[in-house]
């Protein structure tokens, strides 16, 4: 299946090429600003969905650990160290493929954004299978680096950012009534 994706992706045009490697990196940022508006629409909001909105970006990067930690234990080679032909440049030798960094980061903020503002699914979550399918599209990750990575990313991120919240939402009501009595 990898290289019927890859070869594939090679008969696209160019701008297509381009699109695939920065819309992933891309993708980021969008999440990135739609976190920031998240905390901004929840700053008024009751103590608890701040907390969720704040403990998001914090999930993400649990997930991001955990799947580098399997990156060290499984050790996978990348695909396109085969002598494929693929859109990308192949990461460096130490760059292992399993799981995928990219889809556990897209799937894992699609997750926690959408458990701080779930009318944003229909939009996030779209947004990360484009962003984990570009991996294998360009040639860096076999399909089920890219499986793995999204389950990961969509499962770690949110539980730990709940597990989270029961910490940090009375440090928002601390936060919340020191401001009030110095405003």
């Known amino acids: 299946m990898y290289r019927d994706i890859v070869d594939f992706a090679l ?4 701008w297509l090429h381009t699109l695939a490697e920065v819309g992933t990196d891309a993708g980021l940022f969008i999440f990135a600003a ?3 508006v998240c905390w901004w629409r929840a700053r ?3 103590a608890r969905d701040l907390a969720i909105a704040i403990a998001g970006p914090a999930g993400i990067v649990g997930a991001y650990v955990i799947s580098e930690v399997l990156k060290l234990l499984v050790r996978e080679d990348r695909p396109c160290r085969g002598g494929v032909v693929t ?3 192949c990461p460096p030798a130490a760059d292992w493929s399993f ?4 889809s556990v980061i897209a799937a894992g903020a699609a997750g926690t954004l959408m458990l701080a503002w779930r009318a ?7 947004l990360a299978v484009v962003m984990a399918f570009s ?3 360009v040639g860096v990750h076999y399909p089920h680096d890219v499986i793995a990575g999204f389950v990961l990313g969509l499962a770690l991120a949110p539980l730990l950012a ?3 919240v029961g910490a940090v939402t009375p440090v928002v009501r601390l936060a919340r009534a020191r401001l009030s009595a110095v405003g």
């Open 44 to 46: 008024h909001a009751p």
């Open 34 to 36: 739609l976190f920031v």
């Open 135 to 137: 991996r294998v599209f």
């Open 99 to 102: 799981p995928s960094n990219h």
């Open 11 to 14: 008969t696209t045009p160019a």
């Open 87 to 89: 859109i990308a440049a």
């Open 120 to 126: 944003l699914g229909w939009v996030v979550v779209p």
């Open 162 to 164: 709940l597990l989270m």
